[in-house]
């Protein structure tokens, strides 16, 4: 006569339902779907601070951890502490799963910040723009205006610049709310009547003709007043945010002479993505492990993104290209969105939900 196995006590079960679904939840997060809330407003009005998405791992193919000792459901901290989830005693070479596709010219990319060197690649701060140049692509800014290989790149529906706005009378919250311009993305100057915001070029049009509004000026860097932060460092091209360019975007088994030139827009990646163990400039003349190099041929694609929000976006302008060993993968929908500045049950952004990203 069999004997009937034990009856598993009510904490076992929900123990072992706690590790089944975090297992599950770990898999799917690494191989397929991982949520993504956006923090900062350098993509509006594309995406809006308080949007909350997945981005697929699929599209491009899963990458494989460069870093496996980790929490599960972790990325740099354990949560509220300021605790490492992680220990970086392993870190395996890089390796992606097959995708679906490539990042393509145009698509919203969530990706590692490059520049977080203090962190492994795959553990760096998470960072959501467009992938406005891909290898081969010429990148260069005139006026504010993108243009890749030569041509006026494509615009998104709702992007944004800075202006300044006259008025002949104090403005308020309200007035700018009704025009879709919250109270993060205006201030007011020191003098008087004068604002700047960032909106759209539709929402312009609108404020010129309010007899409220006697000025509007779009905020565009003049060519040749360099900006001292932007990419690539030190290079005293005169570029800034708005004139910015022209700029060959590397990739993977392109060949590229090391003229003094490009030593300079290109010593930085190589140094720090390419994988090598010393890398030096003397003199306008590369050095890689102690050899002068007159030419270079590039290891992994590499990609130039920008903010939808032009004026208000830390992005390849400053920091330079992703390395293709960064991107997390595809920007696909938006599941939920909610407002800040609302409360109870008009804080969700109804015309959000379910949302695809273009």
Known sequence: MSQSKPKKSAAR?????????????????WLLLEPFTIPTASMEKSLLVGDFLFVSKMHYGTRIPKTPLQFPLTHQK??????????????????????????KRNDVVVFNYPVEFQYPNDLKTNYIKRAVGVPGDVIEIKEGELFVNNEPA?????????YEIKTNRPLTVEFLGDYGINRESFYTAPEGNRYMIWTTDQTVERLKSSPVITSVT?????????????????SNYGWNRDNFGPLLIPGKDMKVEMT??????????????EGHQKVEVKD???????????????????????????????????????????????AWFLWLSLDKF?????????????????
Do not use: C
């Open 260 to 273: 003094p030139d490009n030593v300079i827009k290109y010593s930085f990646t190589i140094e720090k993505y």
């Open 78 to 103: 354990i949560w509220g502490t300021e605790i490492s989830s992680y220990s970086d005693a392993i870190q395996l070479p890089y390796y992606r799963l097959p995708g679906f596709t490539e990042v």
């Open 13 to 29: 079960e929900w123990a072992d339902a706690l590790i089944f679904a975090v297992v599950a939840a770990s898999l799917i997060r």
């Open 218 to 234: 779009k905020a565009i860097m003049p060519k040749g007043e360099g900006e001292s932060n932007i990419f690539p460092n030190g």
């Open 154 to 162: 494509l615009k998104p529906e709702e992007m944004q610049y800075s």
């Open 284 to 330: 306008g003349v590369l050095f890689i492990d102690g050899v002068k190099t007159d030419s270079y041929t590039f290891k992994q694609n590499y990609y130039f993104m920008m903010g939808d929000n032009r004026h208000d976006s830390l992005d390849s302008r400053y920091w330079g290209f992703v390395p293709e060993d960064h991107v997390v993968g595809k």
């Open 342 to 358: 609302e409360s109870m049950f008009s804080k969700i952004r109804w015309s959000r939900f379910l949302k695809g990203i273009e």
